[in-house]
Protein backbone atom coordinates (compact mmCIF):
# COMPACT_ATOMS: atom_id res chain seq x y z
CA UNK A 1 0.00 0.00 0.00
CA UNK A 2 1.15 3.10 -0.88
CA UNK A 3 1.73 5.98 1.63
CA UNK A 4 -0.83 8.56 -0.25
CA UNK A 5 -3.44 7.58 -2.25
CA UNK A 6 -5.49 10.29 -3.90
CA UNK A 7 -8.66 7.96 -4.58
CA UNK A 8 -8.24 6.17 -1.53
CA UNK A 9 -8.26 9.47 0.05
CA UNK A 10 -11.54 10.50 -1.57
CA UNK A 11 -13.09 7.56 -0.70
CA UNK A 12 -12.02 8.28 2.87
CA UNK A 13 -12.76 11.87 3.30
CA UNK A 14 -16.58 10.55 1.99
CA UNK A 15 -16.94 7.81 4.52
CA UNK A 16 -15.48 10.32 7.23
CA UNK A 17 -18.68 12.95 5.93
CA UNK A 18 -21.54 10.22 5.67
CA UNK A 19 -20.70 8.29 9.03
CA UNK A 20 -20.64 11.41 10.91
CA UNK A 21 -23.11 13.45 9.12
CA UNK A 22 -25.28 13.90 12.40
CA UNK A 23 -22.34 15.47 14.51
CA UNK A 24 -21.16 17.66 11.87
CA UNK A 25 -25.04 18.97 11.31
CA UNK A 26 -24.86 19.33 14.86
CA UNK A 27 -21.61 21.40 15.13
CA UNK A 28 -23.46 23.76 12.20
CA UNK A 29 -26.72 24.28 14.09
CA UNK A 30 -24.08 25.16 17.14
CA UNK A 31 -22.77 27.86 15.03
CA UNK A 32 -25.58 29.15 13.34
CA UNK A 33 -26.56 29.75 17.07
CA UNK A 34 -23.43 31.17 18.08
CA UNK A 35 -23.35 33.46 15.25
CA UNK A 36 -27.29 34.58 15.34
CA UNK A 37 -26.60 35.43 19.72
CA UNK A 38 -23.82 37.77 18.30
CA UNK A 39 -26.33 39.04 15.79
CA UNK A 40 -28.66 39.88 18.62
CA UNK A 41 -26.69 41.58 20.82
CA UNK A 42 -25.18 43.48 18.55
CA UNK A 43 -27.98 44.63 16.39
CA UNK A 44 -31.11 44.56 18.53
CA UNK A 45 -31.06 47.42 20.70
CA UNK A 46 -29.16 49.94 18.56
CA UNK A 47 -32.14 48.71 16.13
CA UNK A 48 -34.75 49.33 18.33
CA UNK A 49 -33.79 52.74 19.74
CA UNK A 50 -32.20 53.59 16.31
CA UNK A 51 -28.24 54.49 17.55
CA UNK A 52 -26.23 53.46 15.21
CA UNK A 53 -27.32 55.13 12.06
CA UNK A 54 -24.14 56.89 11.83
CA UNK A 55 -23.15 60.32 10.58
CA UNK A 56 -25.51 61.99 7.89
CA UNK A 57 -22.59 61.31 5.55
CA UNK A 58 -22.11 58.08 5.69
CA UNK A 59 -24.74 55.13 4.25
CA UNK A 60 -27.33 53.94 7.42
CA UNK A 61 -25.93 51.90 9.69
CA UNK A 62 -22.44 51.54 8.15
CA UNK A 63 -20.67 52.42 10.80
CA UNK A 64 -22.84 49.51 13.80
CA UNK A 65 -21.94 47.35 10.12
CA UNK A 66 -18.40 47.92 9.97
CA UNK A 67 -18.11 47.49 13.95
CA UNK A 68 -20.25 44.16 13.68
CA UNK A 69 -17.75 42.86 10.84
CA UNK A 70 -14.63 42.99 13.28
CA UNK A 71 -17.20 41.22 15.94
CA UNK A 72 -18.13 38.45 13.66
CA UNK A 73 -14.45 37.99 12.42
CA UNK A 74 -13.40 37.48 16.22
CA UNK A 75 -16.19 34.86 16.63
CA UNK A 76 -15.03 32.97 13.58
CA UNK A 77 -11.39 32.55 14.83
CA UNK A 78 -12.34 31.56 18.04
CA UNK A 79 -14.59 28.64 16.37
CA UNK A 80 -11.63 27.85 13.87
CA UNK A 81 -9.53 27.19 17.05
CA UNK A 82 -12.63 25.36 18.80
CA UNK A 83 -13.04 23.39 15.58
CA UNK A 84 -8.89 22.33 15.76
CA UNK A 85 -9.74 20.75 19.46
CA UNK A 86 -11.92 18.49 17.39
CA UNK A 87 -10.27 16.85 14.68
CA UNK A 88 -9.92 13.81 16.56
CA UNK A 89 -13.10 13.67 18.58
CA UNK A 90 -14.23 10.73 16.56
CA UNK A 91 -11.73 8.43 18.48
CA UNK A 92 -13.14 8.58 21.86
CA UNK A 93 -14.30 5.45 22.10
CA UNK A 94 -13.30 1.64 21.97
CA UNK A 95 -15.77 0.98 19.10
CA UNK A 96 -14.40 4.00 17.34
CA UNK A 97 -11.04 3.64 17.47
CA UNK A 98 -11.17 -0.20 16.02
CA UNK A 99 -13.68 0.87 13.17
CA UNK A 100 -11.34 3.63 12.17
CA UNK A 101 -7.94 1.85 12.82
CA UNK A 102 -9.28 -1.18 10.78
CA UNK A 103 -9.96 1.05 7.67
CA UNK A 104 -8.49 -0.28 4.31
CA UNK A 105 -5.86 3.32 4.72
CA UNK A 106 -2.43 4.93 5.77
CA UNK A 107 -2.52 6.95 8.76
CA UNK A 108 -1.01 10.01 6.62
CA UNK A 109 -4.33 9.53 4.89
CA UNK A 110 -6.36 9.28 7.82
CA UNK A 111 -4.35 12.18 9.82
CA UNK A 112 -4.33 14.66 6.66
CA UNK A 113 -8.39 13.61 6.00
CA UNK A 114 -9.24 14.60 9.88
CA UNK A 115 -7.16 17.76 9.77
CA UNK A 116 -8.57 18.78 6.04
CA UNK A 117 -12.49 18.12 7.55
CA UNK A 118 -12.05 20.49 10.42
CA UNK A 119 -10.43 23.05 8.01
CA UNK A 120 -12.90 23.39 5.17
CA UNK A 121 -15.94 22.11 6.93
CA UNK A 122 -15.07 25.10 9.77
CA UNK A 123 -14.56 27.70 7.45
CA UNK A 124 -17.23 27.04 4.75
CA UNK A 125 -19.87 26.12 7.91
CA UNK A 126 -18.99 29.25 9.63
CA UNK A 127 -19.26 31.62 6.79
CA UNK A 128 -22.86 29.47 5.45
CA UNK A 129 -24.14 28.97 8.88
CA UNK A 130 -22.86 33.38 10.01
CA UNK A 131 -25.11 34.25 6.32
CA UNK A 132 -28.38 31.53 7.48
CA UNK A 133 -27.97 33.42 10.73
CA UNK A 134 -28.19 36.93 9.52
CA UNK A 135 -30.50 36.24 6.66
CA UNK A 136 -32.96 35.12 9.86
CA UNK A 137 -32.03 37.96 11.58
CA UNK A 138 -33.11 40.35 8.44
CA UNK A 139 -36.73 38.20 8.67
CA UNK A 140 -37.15 38.27 11.94
CA UNK A 141 -36.47 42.05 13.04
CA UNK A 142 -39.38 43.44 10.81
CA UNK A 143 -41.79 41.43 12.23
CA UNK A 144 -40.44 43.05 15.55
CA UNK A 145 -41.18 46.72 14.09
CA UNK A 146 -37.25 47.35 13.09
CA UNK A 147 -34.50 46.31 10.90
CA UNK A 148 -31.35 46.44 9.71
CA UNK A 149 -29.19 46.10 6.05
CA UNK A 150 -27.35 42.83 5.90
CA UNK A 151 -24.07 42.40 7.62
CA UNK A 152 -22.54 39.88 4.85
CA UNK A 153 -21.14 42.79 2.91
CA UNK A 154 -19.55 44.35 5.26
CA UNK A 155 -18.17 41.24 6.51
CA UNK A 156 -17.19 40.18 3.30
CA UNK A 157 -14.97 43.33 2.43
CA UNK A 158 -13.72 43.04 5.85
CA UNK A 159 -12.27 40.07 5.33
CA UNK A 160 -11.02 40.61 1.51
CA UNK A 161 -9.50 43.93 3.03
CA UNK A 162 -7.77 42.33 5.96
CA UNK A 163 -6.50 39.61 3.76
CA UNK A 164 -4.94 41.37 0.95
CA UNK A 165 -3.42 43.86 3.87
CA UNK A 166 -2.17 40.46 5.57
CA UNK A 167 -1.06 39.13 2.45
CA UNK A 168 0.72 42.40 1.50
CA UNK A 169 2.56 42.89 4.54
CA UNK A 170 3.76 39.05 4.89
CA UNK A 171 5.51 39.57 1.73
CA UNK A 172 7.23 42.74 2.59
CA UNK A 173 4.83 44.86 0.09
CA UNK A 174 4.22 48.16 0.69
CA UNK A 175 5.12 48.24 4.02
CA UNK A 176 8.30 48.92 6.42
CA UNK A 177 9.77 46.08 8.18
CA UNK A 178 8.32 46.50 11.36
CA UNK A 179 5.00 46.57 10.34
CA UNK A 180 6.02 43.30 7.99
CA UNK A 181 7.58 41.60 11.58
CA UNK A 182 4.81 42.17 13.76
CA UNK A 183 2.46 41.24 11.28
CA UNK A 184 4.61 37.93 10.53
CA UNK A 185 4.18 37.77 14.15
CA UNK A 186 0.26 37.97 14.69
CA UNK A 187 -0.09 35.04 11.61
CA UNK A 188 2.39 32.81 13.59
CA UNK A 189 1.13 33.22 17.00
CA UNK A 190 -2.29 32.38 15.98
CA UNK A 191 -1.08 29.19 13.55
CA UNK A 192 0.55 28.07 17.29
CA UNK A 193 -2.87 28.73 19.27
CA UNK A 194 -4.55 26.63 16.51
CA UNK A 195 -1.98 23.81 16.04
CA UNK A 196 -1.66 23.81 20.00
CA UNK A 197 -5.35 23.14 20.09
CA UNK A 198 -4.57 20.19 17.21
CA UNK A 199 -2.42 18.74 19.60
CA UNK A 200 -4.67 19.09 22.40
CA UNK A 201 -7.32 17.03 20.43
CA UNK A 202 -4.86 14.09 19.73
CA UNK A 203 -3.31 13.97 23.30
CA UNK A 204 -6.54 14.75 25.90
CA UNK A 205 -9.29 11.97 25.59
CA UNK A 206 -11.91 14.06 27.01
CA UNK A 207 -12.80 17.92 27.12
CA UNK A 208 -9.64 18.23 24.59
CA UNK A 209 -10.70 22.06 24.22
CA UNK A 210 -10.91 22.63 28.06
CA UNK A 211 -7.69 21.14 29.10
CA UNK A 212 -5.89 23.01 26.16
CA UNK A 213 -7.49 26.03 27.51
CA UNK A 214 -6.29 25.81 30.16
CA UNK A 215 -2.53 24.62 29.73
CA UNK A 216 -2.50 27.44 27.63
CA UNK A 217 -3.42 30.14 30.00
CA UNK A 218 -0.80 28.70 32.36
CA UNK A 219 1.39 28.81 30.03
CA UNK A 220 0.50 32.69 29.52
CA UNK A 221 0.97 33.21 32.74
CA UNK A 222 4.90 31.55 33.60
CA UNK A 223 5.76 33.92 30.35
CA UNK A 224 3.89 37.15 31.77
CA UNK A 225 6.04 36.29 35.28
CA UNK A 226 9.49 35.33 33.14
CA UNK A 227 8.86 38.84 30.73
CA UNK A 228 10.15 41.48 33.82
CA UNK A 229 13.66 39.05 34.32
CA UNK A 230 13.64 38.43 30.50
CA UNK A 231 13.91 41.91 29.80
CA UNK A 232 16.62 43.11 32.81
CA UNK A 233 18.66 40.36 31.25
CA UNK A 234 18.45 42.16 27.88
CA UNK A 235 19.09 45.42 28.42
CA UNK A 236 22.37 44.47 30.63
CA UNK A 237 23.40 41.91 28.90
CA UNK A 238 22.56 42.97 25.02
CA UNK A 239 20.84 46.45 24.98
CA UNK A 240 17.86 47.73 23.27
CA UNK A 241 19.40 47.94 19.94
CA UNK A 242 18.71 44.37 19.44
CA UNK A 243 15.17 44.32 19.68
CA UNK A 244 14.72 43.32 16.20
CA UNK A 245 17.03 40.76 16.47
CA UNK A 246 14.84 39.13 19.72
CA UNK A 247 11.79 39.37 17.28
CA UNK A 248 13.23 37.03 15.05
CA UNK A 249 14.02 34.62 17.31
CA UNK A 250 10.76 34.85 18.57
CA UNK A 251 9.69 34.21 15.76
CA UNK A 252 12.05 31.01 15.06
CA UNK A 253 10.25 29.77 18.48
CA UNK A 254 6.67 30.42 17.05
CA UNK A 255 7.43 28.39 13.81
CA UNK A 256 9.18 25.54 15.63
CA UNK A 257 6.48 25.42 18.16
CA UNK A 258 3.98 25.09 15.10
CA UNK A 259 6.32 22.28 13.41
CA UNK A 260 6.14 20.30 17.08
CA UNK A 261 2.68 20.34 17.36
CA UNK A 262 2.16 18.92 14.40
CA UNK A 263 4.74 16.07 14.45
CA UNK A 264 3.58 15.69 17.64
CA UNK A 265 -0.01 15.44 16.74
CA UNK A 266 0.75 12.95 14.00
CA UNK A 267 2.63 10.87 16.00
CA UNK A 268 0.30 10.13 18.98
CA UNK A 269 -2.81 9.50 15.99
CA UNK A 270 -0.56 7.37 14.48
CA UNK A 271 -0.36 5.38 17.82
CA UNK A 272 -3.39 5.85 18.93
CA UNK A 273 -4.03 2.55 21.39
CA UNK A 274 -7.83 0.98 21.17
CA UNK A 275 -7.58 0.53 24.87
CA UNK A 276 -6.38 4.14 26.33
CA UNK A 277 -5.89 5.58 29.31
CA UNK A 278 -9.27 7.44 30.71
CA UNK A 279 -8.24 10.97 30.32
CA UNK A 280 -5.39 10.57 27.97
CA UNK A 281 -4.49 9.33 23.62
CA UNK A 282 -1.81 7.13 24.94
Avoid at 68 to 97: N, Y
Wanted: include cysteine; aromatic fraction near 18%; charged fraction near 15%.
Amino acid sequence: MTNFNFRRFGLLLKRDLMGNSKKYLLLLAGMFIAYFCVELMLFYFPSVEGSGIGYPWDEPWSRLLERAAFSFLGVSLCLFVFGMSLVFSTLKTKEQRVDYLMLPATRLEKFVSRWLIAIVLWSVGAFVTFVAADLVRMLVFPLLGHSIPSAVPAYVGLVWDEGTNMLAELMWIGCDGEDSLAMWFGFLFYLSVHSAYLLGSAFFRKQPFIFTSVAGIMLLTLTGFAMPIFRKVNRALIGEDFYSMWLYVVLLLLLCFVVVCYRLSYRLFSRVPVVQNKWFNV
